[in-house]
């Protein structure tokens, strides 16, 4: 699939979050500066549709402002890279409960308040945050708790767009649409999503509320939704899906090589087996086929501050 970049100077950037037909994919812009932005005109941006959504191709995950990938952004600058994204035609962003926790959420929130009825805002629910825990939950009145949370956080009086953040296997799936398919009817939420589900709990709870997106990982490092049926199951039931981390968590870029270490202090991928020296070593063909103009890692952008080595 061709088309032109959003972004001119992001070209090699877009190839991911346009490879697949079906999705909207979602990438932080951070390299976006409030002067690119401004340079660029607004609904620029092409739409696709993501199941019954109409939304930007390439969406902004506010995960990473809230930390993840090294230490949280600056809230002001967050609120400015948001606002920059929009600027240039973001319309689709996305955001979590538990990124922060909750300091996502209040980032988008106060960024998007003056866009609201031009935006579609997603958050997550799932957690059980108590202090740093993470322990999943999705019992029905937990949902119905936390909403109110979020809401509040997002400075809205709905989300467009509310997914279960991971499967409670203590939680029947059809007892999480009910409970989702409650607040739709109170207007509090408008479309149910689930994130990392299976084929069958797709099937399970679309039987109850219909879906309207998935939100797997999908990249060109994880293709796992092209062999366990999901990719199917959303294209038969009408479902978009969303991948996350299109980028492969920063790995396809082609800035982190097997010498390159993560803070583990601050970066979550200093735990994960593919950013271990071996993995990131055996995976680098993937970047050389994807970025074969690549200059050599030399010539490379110099690695930011918050990588160590
Ligand atoms: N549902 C889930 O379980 C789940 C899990 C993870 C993420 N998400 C969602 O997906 C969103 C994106 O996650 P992500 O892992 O892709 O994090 P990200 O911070 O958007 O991207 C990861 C890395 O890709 C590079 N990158 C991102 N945007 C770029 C751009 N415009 N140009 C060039 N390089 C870029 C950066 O690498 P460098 O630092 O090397 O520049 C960045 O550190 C999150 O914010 C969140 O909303 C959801």
């Known amino acids: ?180 398919k409650d607040l739709i009817a109170e207007g509090k939420v408008i479309h149910f999503g689930l994130s990392e589900p299976s084929a069958r709990t797709i099937r399970r709870a679309h039987a109850v509320q219909p879906v309207s997106a998935i939100q797997n990982e999908y990249s060109f490092w994880t293709r796992d939704v092209e062999k366990n049926g999901v990719l199917a199951v959303c294209e038969e039931l009408g479902i978009g899906l969303v991948p996350w981390s299109p980028l492969g968590q920063g790995y396809l870029t082609g800035r982190i090589d097997p010498n390159t270490r993560l803070d583990p202090k601050t970066d979550m991928r200093a735990t994960f087996p593919r950013f271990q020296p071996d993995a990131l070593r055996a995976n680098r063909p993937v970047v050389d086929i994807l970025w074969p103009a690549l200059p050599t890692r030399r010539a490379r952008r110099p690695v930011r501050s918050r990588w160590l080595g």
Request: aromatic share 6%; glycine share 10%.
């Open 1 to 180: 699939m061709t088309q032109t970049p959003v972004f001119p100077q992001f070209s090699r950037r877009g190839l991911l979050a346009t490879g697949s037909a079906l999705s909207a994919a979602l990438m932080l812009p951070k390299a976006l500066s409030a002067q690119t932005a401004g340079a660029a005109s607004r609904g620029a941006m092409k739409v696709r549709k993501l199941g019954p959504l109409s939304v930007s191709e390439t969406g902004v995950g506010a995960m990473t402002l809230a930390g993840v990938y090294g230490p949280p952004a600056d809230r002001n600058q967050g609120i400015a890279v948001l606002r920059s994204a929009r600027e240039a035609g973001v319309t689709f962003f996305d955001t979590a409960e538990v990124y922060g926790p909750y300091t996502s959420e209040e980032i988008v929130g106060e960024a998007l308040k003056p866009f609201r009825d031009e935006v579609v805002i997603a958050t997550k629910f799932g957690f059980q945050i108590d202090g740093d825990g993470r322990d999943r939950n999705s019992r029905p009145e937990h949902i119905k708790s936390v909403v109110e949370g979020s809401l509040k956080r997002l400075r809205t009086d709905h989300i467009d767009l509310y997914y279960q953040h991971r499967v409670d296997p203590n939680v029947p799936i059809e007892d999480v649409a009910g409970a989702v």
